[in-house]
């Protein structure tokens, strides 16, 4: 069976209450995200480690 992952271009939007990634991987039931922050500035390790360790399972496309 083919595996399909759906998420959005970032994560803050209307819906998403607070705008946090955390809510979005928490609440949201998608099981994929867009890094679109990286088309202005590329993120610091930093930030990319903290995103990783908060969101296991999530698939990430880089713009």
Do not use: C, H, I
Not at 37 to 46: G, L, N
């Amino acid at each position: 069976m083919t595996e399909v992952f759906v998420g959005t271009s970032g994560w803050m939007y209307d819906w998403n209450r607070g705008g946090t990634f955390t809510w979005y991987v928490e609440n949201s039931k998608l099981n994929a995200v867009e890094l679109n922050a990286s088309f202005y500035r590329f993120p610091y390790p930093s930030q990319v480690l903290g995103w990783a360790r908060r969101s296991r399972g999530l698939r990430w496309s880089v713009k």
